[in-house]
């Protein structure tokens, strides 16, 4: 492998306009990247407040129904009111049967009219619960979207919990050498400082880098629905160029793109794989001294869950 590499540097140095190529190719591979690993982040809380939404939209509808059964029960109120009144208005009717044209007349439409108001006040309580029905129909569609999306979010956050337990120990041996895994936003980070990978101013993994990525390799075969996004970090301080290698961001491409290697030779499927480098531009510590150059000195491997059910969902 060395006499492969050493061979690759040496024809890349004779051709520079390729090295050149090269480059540029990998910059703009990053910038696709970059805005990739934006999308990943804006579907994250495009998701959680799209449950925001459903669960306020939820919220306002049970409202809604509470509103239209205290209407609904006012209506049936109202209509035993003047069940009632139409019924002593029909017995005072007979009692003035005998009274002259003029108050038989008054009574009768007086009758009349709250014979229509009745009817009227019984359209609108069939009116209105019609409506309800449509109302609580909605409330529970809307229910069962809010549970599934509930579900598939809280069946994500478990796989992911496991998925870091499960890295964590397949990497045990080399978490505080340099490496740590842990959990936020949603997915699991592993971050590696170069001594465990690298050496100075190399982009050719260690055989302890290799036995640890190795180890990562075998989690994420189980795991065939992660997205794993590999990025390269750098210290501040400027890269010496050769030839074969720029600069920070060129060393950091290259980097990121030999830990993908290794993953897709341990059996990783290269479409679950994203390389990309970042040079020196986010660092974890400050550059001004040598222990915080040395953090900032990484391969950051970010294992996302797959959305897709969840977005989806979110479209019915």
Same mark, same amino acid.
């Given at each position: 492998m060395?006499?492969?590499?050493?061979?690759?540097a040496i024809a890349?140095? /004779?051709q520079?306009?390729? @090295?050149?190529?090269?480059?540029?190719?990998?910059e703009?591979k990053?910038?696709k990247?970059k805005?990739?690993?934006?999308?990943l +982040?804006?579907?994250?809380?495009?998701? !959680? %407040?799209?449950?925001?939404?459903?669960?306020d939209?939820n919220?306002?509808?049970?409202k809604s129904v509470?509103s239209?059964k205290n209407?609904?029960?006012n209506?049936?109120?109202d209509?035993t009111?003047?069940a009632e009144?139409?019924?002593?208005?029909?017995?005072? !009717?007979?009692?003035?049967s005998q009274?002259t044209n003029?108050?038989?007349d008054?009574?009768a439409?007086?009758?009349?009219q709250?014979?229509? %108001?009745? $009817?009227?006040?019984e359209n609108?309580?069939?009116?209105?619960?019609? =409506?309800?029905?449509?109302?609580?129909?909605?409330?529970?569609?809307?229910?069962?979207?809010?549970?599934?999306?509930e579900?598939?979010?809280a069946g994500?956050e %478990?796989a992911?919990q496991?998925?870091k337990?499960a890295?964590?120990?397949a990497?045990?041996n !080399?978490?505080?050498?340099g490496?740590? +895994?842990?959990?936020?936003?949603?997915?699991?980070?592993?971050?590696m400082e170069n001594?465990?990978?690298f050496? @100075?101013?190399?982009?050719s993994?260690?055989?302890?880098?290799?036995?640890?990525?190795t180890?990562?390799?075998?989690?994420l075969?189980?795991?065939?629905?992660?997205?794993?996004?590999i990025?390269g970090?750098t210290d501040?301080v400027?890269?010496q160029s050769?030839?074969?290698?720029?600069?920070?961001?060129?060393?950091? /491409?290259? =980097?990121?793109?030999?830990i993908?290697h290794?993953l897709t030779?341990?059996? +990783?499927?290269p479409?679950?794989?994203t390389?990309?480098? =970042?040079?020196? !531009?986010?660092?974890?510590?400050?550059?001004?001294?040598?222990?915080?150059?040395?953090?900032n =000195?990484?391969i950051?491997?970010?294992?996302?869950?797959?959305?897709?059910?969840? $977005?989806?969902?979110l479209?019915?």
């Amino acid at each position: 492998m060395k006499k492969i590499l050493l061979l690759i540097a040496i024809a890349i140095l /004779t051709q520079s306009c390729v @090295s050149k190529k090269l480059y540029q190719e990998l910059e703009t591979k990053y910038n696709k990247l970059k805005n990739r690993n934006q999308d990943l +982040v804006g579907e994250n809380d495009d998701l !959680f %407040a799209a449950k925001k939404h459903l669960e306020d939209e939820n919220t306002n509808l049970k409202k809604s129904v509470d509103s239209l059964k205290n209407a609904k029960q006012n209506l049936l109120d109202d209509v035993t009111a003047l069940a009632e009144r139409k019924k002593q208005l029909e017995k005072d !009717f007979a009692e003035l049967s005998q009274s002259t044209n003029t108050q038989l007349d008054a009574k009768a439409k007086e009758i009349l009219q709250l014979s229509q %108001a009745l $009817n009227e006040k019984e359209n609108a309580l069939i009116a209105e619960k019609a =409506r309800l029905e449509k109302l609580q129909q909605d409330l529970t569609e809307r229910s069962q979207r809010i549970e599934q999306l509930e579900q598939l979010i809280a069946g994500k956050e %478990a796989a992911m919990q496991e998925l870091k337990n499960a890295v964590s120990n397949a990497l045990a041996n !080399f978490e505080g050498n340099g490496l740590t +895994v842990e959990r936020k936003n949603g997915k699991v980070y592993v971050s590696m400082e170069n001594k465990l990978l690298f050496n @100075s101013g190399s982009w050719s993994v260690g055989n302890q880098g290799k036995t640890a990525v190795t180890q990562l390799a075998n989690v994420l075969k189980k795991n065939p629905d992660i997205e794993v996004l590999i990025e390269g970090h750098t210290d501040n301080v400027p890269y010496q160029s050769n030839g074969a290698i720029k600069d920070n961001w060129d060393l950091s /491409t290259k =980097r990121a793109t030999a830990i993908v290697h290794i993953l897709t030779n341990k059996g +990783v499927s290269p479409k679950r794989v994203t390389a990309a480098g =970042r040079g020196e !531009f986010f660092p974890v510590a400050s550059n001004a001294t040598k222990e915080g150059r040395a953090k900032n =000195r990484r391969i950051e491997i970010i294992l996302a869950p797959n959305l897709d059910k969840i $977005n989806a969902l979110l479209q019915q």
